[in-house]
């Protein structure tokens, strides 16, 4: 009898990743992929070795190989629905219950695979086909949309990234420029409107030290990627039009202009040294072209190899023994340190506060499981804000008093809180616009006279008039404008709502 050739273990593990990759392409490029494949396949090939060697059988240590692994690597997907599921008031959708549950049964599936008696040839050819179809269907799927959608788009930003000649206005040593971006961090508008909350303690704070607030501020666009690319590169993106039935959601060509942009470029030439602030978020997460990356992520991973870590079952256990608070509150400490470093430097910093996950009360202590499950969202989202506020004020005032020279200080955020699931089917308002859109943006500009500066002013012309006052170029502004987003999952399904956020205003 002709001899069955087992390579399910091996095609259902990378199953999960490609299929992973698949729904996810347009966020990565394809070179993130293989890196993940090429561990995965040594991982499932070692631990297939050893439990051969153990069991001296090649189907039973296939199967039980396969099942491991496939549960492992398809963790959320198929517990994710679970999660924070209650019966009769018990939370049964932890993850120590769901990670538990699922020992329980690898571990009584093991025992019956290995007592059998059968050698499951037949389950082996039928498996292999299956796992066979189902990589095929994955790959066919990235195969097609890297020949409709790479390079389909020649550029992501208006102007060539010619950099002008700059020289400083201001003889002696340049300032640092300090650019802090906090990811969704509302407008005072929305605090006020939608959160009932009055944020003009820290409104006044920073004017009382000399910082300019625009407070009519709204992003330029409402999504992470593209207000980020907009702003590094003072100008406008080209988009494709703007369909909903338009699935190209390609991010890679606007995340690499977060990495290599124009504001780096520019100060680069004028002779300061770059730092990056990276998280846990892959397109801010590295830059390869700045001259010191420090990543305050609590995990090694960059890219896509983080989102598959993420999905997998190692990640809940992870988190049993790891708390998410030191990772993202030490880039506070590391800012704090850099006044007393070589000048000039610029330093971009990305800080996922108050983004989520809400893991802080409005002192900076931790949630427990309890809060955390029986707490609203929006409550959660503005205690984490309140504190990030605290931390914001603390960093200002380490800065301004430890730095040699005054530095200019932009503190901004990116995007406005994401909406809740009734606000999300609502027809598109004023509320939700300034919900999504509205931000905040304060500048310090020791030296300089705020004339260029208003009230309604939107990212893209900050660095048009930090480098035009500082380095005497002649940027003209442009107008504002805002568009709406409603999610990175749909980037392309864009609307332009200047006219209406005027309105408001």
Not at 330 to 352: M, Q, R, T, Y
């Amino acid at each position: 009898m002709k001899k069955t050739i087992i390579i399910y273990p091996l095609l259902l593990g990378i199953y999960p990743i490609l299929f992973l990759f698949s729904t996810n392409v347009a966020l990565f490029p394809l070179n993130d992929l293989w890196v993940s494949l090429i561990i995965v396949v040594g991982a499932i090939s070692l631990t297939w070795i050893l439990t051969y060697l153990i069991l001296k059988s090649s189907h039973k240590s296939a199967l039980l190989v396969a099942l491991s692994w496939t549960t492992v690597l398809s963790y959320n997907q198929i517990f994710g629905p679970l999660q924070g599921l209650k019966v009769l008031g018990f939370v049964l959708g932890s993850n120590r219950i769901l990670v538990s549950f699922w020992a329980v049964i690898l571990l009584i599936s093991g025992y019956f695979i290995i007592k059998s008696q059968r050698n499951f040839a037949n389950l082996t050819r039928m498996v292999n086909i299956v796992s066979i179809v189902l990589v095929l269907f994955s790959v066919f799927n990235i195969v097609i949309y890297e020949c409709k959608n790479r390079d389909k788009y020649q550029d992501s930003i208006v102007s060539e990234m010619y950099i002008p000649e700059g020289q400083p206005r201001i003889m002696g040593k340049l300032p640092d420029i300090y650019y802090l971006i906090f990811d969704r961090y509302a407008s005072s508008t929305t605090l006020k409107e939608s959160y009932g909350y009055d944020n003009i303690e820290f409104i006044n704070f920073l004017k009382a030290k000399g910082f300019y607030v625009a407070e009519q501020s709204h992003a330029n666009y409402s999504t992470t990627v593209l207000s980020l690319a907009s702003s590094l590169n003072m100008n406008y993106l080209v988009l494709p039009l703007s369909s909903k039935k338009n699935r190209n959601n390609d991010q890679t060509r606007y995340s690499q202009r977060i990495t290599d942009n124009k504001v780096l470029r520019f100060l680069k030439s004028q002779g300061y040294s770059t730092v990056h602030f990276g998280s846990w978020f892959w397109p801010t997460g590295y830059n390869p072209n700045a001259d010191v990356n420090i990543n305050y992520s609590y995990l090694p991973f960059r890219g896509f190899a983080l989102i598959m870590f993420e999905q997998s079952l190692l990640y809940p256990i992870f988190r049993l023994f790891y708390k998410l608070d030191s990772g993202i509150l030490s880039a506070f400490d590391k800012i704090s340190l850099l006044p007393d470093e070589g000048s000039p430097k610029f330093v971009f910093a990305h800080i996922l506060l108050p983004h989520e996950p809400f893991i802080f009360d409005r002192d900076g202590m931790l949630l427990s499981s309890y809060e955390k499950l029986n707490t609203s969202e929006k409550e959660k989202y503005l205690n984490q804000l309140i504190f990030t506020t605290k931390k914001i004020e603390t960093l200002t005032e380490v800065l301004l008093s430890k730095s040699q020279y005054p530095p200019v200080i932009i503190i901004q955020s990116d995007e406005g809180p994401y909406l809740d699931m009734i606000e999300d089917k609502e027809p598109l308002s004023n509320s939700v616009i300034e919900k999504r859109t509205g931000i905040l943006n304060a500048y310090y500009l020791p030296g300089v006279k705020n004339i260029y500066l208003y009230s309604s002013m939107t990212p893209v012309n900050t660095f048009r008039v930090i480098i035009n006052e500082y380095f005497k170029t002649n940027y003209s502004l442009l107008d504002d404008k805002i568009y709406y987003i409603k999610n990175a999952s749909s980037m392309f399904d864009y609307t332009d709502v200047t006219k209406m956020v005027f309105e408001i205003n």
